[in-house]
């Protein structure tokens, strides 16, 4: 369920608005219901550090303050609403728990607490529930090598393909493309997507879900410059070596046949190739995956 953040503004006479949204504040004890801007699913949400809340506002009189709002959302309908609560005034998330909010996530030095209004099971979307991995296996077709790496921080010593998480906001192929650089000192470009590994509790994900991407890349650079603090070895290593050697990951060894098997057969048969098309929302696109398709079908 998507949310519209519902932003307060304070004018000499306190008054708030958002589109057709006055909330007018008299004190902190003796206040008119609030209500927001509302999204298409009928979501309101208050941003705390927007509001100009008084900094020592108590728990009572905050209390007091959402109630009349929350009286007046139900009349109105409203499916649910999102409370953004800061750091600083995290008693205001203490006085909205005895409303029935719970936390939905917490980021930086903020909170964010949700309520369902609506009869029935809550139907709020959850948090992100997965970290996403990306490493980059980068191929040398004129050699049949492979770059790859061990990682320092690891008890078992074995082969694997450079990698890290990828930030917020940012596509798998620049993900791969930036690890790879960190970790090696070698410049390369996408060709395409190979695998995806989905593992559920992931330790390493604080009990989360994890996605773990290997893309093709290819060589720009050649000369390694590895970084000594992530990795305890870095080496062009022949595929055919890695793919029996036992010094690495199942992963990594699956997917060294995988590329062995492009290198003779054509890539074309292995890659998953990236389109980026237009997305629904004006000005906005996305990066499509897929094999391949004839050209007489992309049209």
């Given at each position: 369920m998507a949310a519209c953040v519902f932003v307060f503004r304070r004018s000499a006479?306190?008054?708030f608005s958002c589109a057709s949204t006055r909330f007018r504040?008299?004190?902190?004890?003796?206040?008119?219901a609030l209500t927001g801007k509302v999204d298409r699913f009928g979501g309101v949400t208050v941003d705390?550090?927007?509001?100009?809340?008084?900094a020592d506002i108590s728990e009572s009189s905050f209390s007091s303050l959402l109630q009349d709002s929350l009286l007046q959302w139900k009349?109105?309908?409203?499916?649910?609403?999102?409370?953004?609560?800061?750091?600083?005034?995290s008693r205001c998330a203490a006085a909205a728990s005895t409303h029935g909010f719970t936390f939905h996530h917490a980021k930086g030095d903020h909170a964010v607490l949700a309520l369902w209004l609506r009869e029935g099971q809550s139907r709020l979307p959850g948090?992100?529930?997965?970290?996403?991995?990306?490493?980059?296996a980068v191929v040398d077709e004129s050699n049949g090598k492979v770059l790859v790496v061990q990682d320092r921080n690891k008890t078992k010593n074995a082969w694997k393909f450079p990698g890290g998480l990828s930030d917020p906001g940012e596509n798998i192929g620049a993900t791969a493309i930036r690890e790879v650089f960190e970790e090696t000192g070698v410049h390369?470009?996408?060709?395409?997507?190979?695998?995806?590994?989905?593992?559920?509790?992931?330790?390493?994900?604080?009990?989360?879900?994890?996605?773990?991407i290997i893309c093709r890349l290819s060589p720009l650079t050649y000369d390694i410059n590895f970084c000594t603090q992530e990795c305890l070895r870095c080496e062009w290593l022949d595929l055919v070596e890695l793919a029996k050697t036992n010094d690495t990951t199942p992963i990594t060894?699956?997917?060294?046949?995988?590329?062995?098997?492009?290198?003779?057969?054509?890539?074309?048969?292995?890659?998953?190739?990236?389109?980026e098309l237009a997305a629904v929302y004006s000005g906005m696109f996305y990066q499509l995956y897929h094999r391949q398709l004839p050209p007489t079908l992309k049209s």
């Open positions: 006479a306190r008054l504040h008299r004190d902190v004890n003796r206040t008119s705390l550090a927007e509001l100009g809340l008084p009349a109105e309908g409203k499916a649910s609403v999102w409370l953004r609560v800061p750091i600083s005034l948090f992100a529930t997965h970290q996403i991995g990306v490493a980059g390369s470009e996408f060709r395409s997507l190979l695998s995806i590994r989905q593992q559920h509790n992931h330790p390493g994900a604080f009990g989360m879900s994890d996605m773990y060894s699956r997917i060294a046949k995988l590329l062995l098997h492009g290198l003779k057969q054509g890539f074309h048969n292995i890659d998953l190739t990236m389109e």
